[in-house]
T-cell receptor, first 115, second 116 residues
Framework: KAGVTQTPRYLIKTRGQQVTLSCSPISGHRSVSWYQQTPGQGLQFLFEYFSETQRNKGNFPGRFSGRQFSNSRSEMNVSTLELGDSALYLC??????????????FGPGTRLTVL | GNSVTQMEGPVTLSEEAFLTINCTYTATGYPSLFWYVQYPGEGLQLLLKATKADDKGSNKGFEATYRKETTSFHLEKGSVQVSDSAVYFCALSLHAGGTSYGKLTFGQGTILTVHP
């Protein structure tokens, strides 16, 4: 089975712009979670989607949003970029048949740099 | 709230040394526990997991036992290799739904460097 893929791998944007990141989960997985990884804050949960519905959301401002399509692919969008949004954004997928017990499989991440 | 605390790093060892990375947690409900590893420039890979108390997860010579009484999930390996150099993350997820769906809570990560 192919793993989780994320595109693009690297992005450079300037403050005030917006950005869209894409994630394709493992075939058959309906749950997609997004995380932000920074040296200062570590790994923080952004949100989770299951069958096109956002089921859970972390403590991030409304500038961070996402969606999921009927084929389980997911996108996240960050509007009005700030310098502090520079991070590695990781996507993970799971079957999430039983909450909390299923393994999340991570993609390689998108490295976003905001100048 | 839920939290995971890992031992401070970085950890530097010689090849074939014994490795322990401590991990303790606090959880409002019943958690599953995970160890993930991250190599430079890559995403996270699952190393092992345990979903209930007293379970032992193991993989590639690494082991960790879910200790509910001490709220711990320490990672151990008897003989490390240079190729084990990476960042190791302890994480938990709750079995309940609601605000638990799809959410892993991570420790801060421990950098391991193994010298030949």
């Amino acid at each position: 089975k192919a793993g989780v893929t994320q595109t693009p791998r690297y992005l450079i944007k300037t403050r005030g712009q917006q950005v869209t990141l894409s994630c394709s989960p493992i075939s058959g997985h309906r749950s997609v979670s997004w995380y932000q990884q920074t040296p200062g804050q570590g790994l923080q949960f952004l949100f989770e989607y299951f069958s096109e519905t956002q089921r859970n959301k972390g403590n991030f401002p409304g500038r961070f949003s996402g969606r999921q399509f009927s084929n389980s692919r997911s996108e996240m969008n960050v509007s009005t970029l700030e310098l502090g949004d520079s991070a590695l954004y990781l996507c993970a997928s799971s079957s999430e048949v039983r909450a909390g017990t299923d393994t999340q499989y991570f993609g390689p991440g998108t490295r976003l740099t905001v100048l | 709230g839920n939290s995971v605390t890992q031992m401070e790093g970085p950890v530097t060892l010689s090849e074939e040394a014994f490795l322990t990375i401590n991990c303790t947690y606090t959880a409002t409900g019943y958690p599953s526990l995970f160890w993930y590893v991250q190599y430079p420039g890559e995403g996270l890979q699952l190393l092992l997991k345990a979903t209930k108390a007293d379970d032992k997860g193991s993989n590639k010579g690494f082991e960790a036992t879910y200790r509910k009484e001490t709220t711990s999930f320490h990672l151990e390996k008897g003989s490390v290799q240079v190729s084990d150099s990476a960042v190791y993350f302890c994480a938990l997820s709750l079995h309940a739904g609601g605000t638990s769906y799809g959410k892993l809570t991570f420790g801060q990560g421990t950098i391991l460097t193994v010298h030949p």
